[in-house]
Nanobody, 125 residues
Framework: QVQLVESGGGLVQAGDSLSLSCAAS????????MGWFRQAPGKEREFVGS????????KYADSVKGRFTISRDNAKNTLYLQMNSLKPEDTAVYYC??????????????????WGQGTQVTVSS
């Protein structure tokens, strides 16, 4: 059974940093793209960032560009999201995603076959 398990969420103040991790099990994602999405209460799910299989290329939403950094450790089958200069509008449940076929970063949720259960990030003003 394939699982993506996020961790590292929590409550922080505006301007703080937070690091999320996503541990994959049941299959390796070392040859596939992975990424992060988020969903705030009452809002649609939105793309945050994604990374290629080799970590050679990344793609970010404009809203997080320059503040968030996505990385991966294929040996550990783990994905990371470093979030700096957090804003209240970053408050959301953050989901880790993994593709089965795609190798390169994409913002389309339909390109990802596996989704984690999500971890809550709350940024207070």
């Amino acid at each position: 059974q394939v699982q993506l398990v996020e961790s590292g969420g929590g409550l922080v103040q505006a301007g703080d940093s937070l690091s999320l991790s996503c541990a994959a099990s049941g299959r390796t994602f070392s040859t596939n793209a992975m990424g992060w999405f988020r969903q705030a209460p009452g809002k649609e799910r939105e793309f945050v960032g994604s990374i290629s299989w080799s970590a050679g290329s990344t793609k970010y939403a404009d809203s997080v560009k320059g503040r968030f950094t996505i990385s991966r450790d294929n040996a550990k089958n783990t994905l990371y999201l470093q979030m700096n200069s957090l804003k209240p509008e970053d408050t959301a449940v953050y989901y880790c995603v993994g593709a089965v076929r795609g190798m390169f970063p994409t913002s389309s949720p339909y390109e990802y076959d596996y989704w984690g259960q999500g971890t809550q990030v709350t940024v207070s003003s």
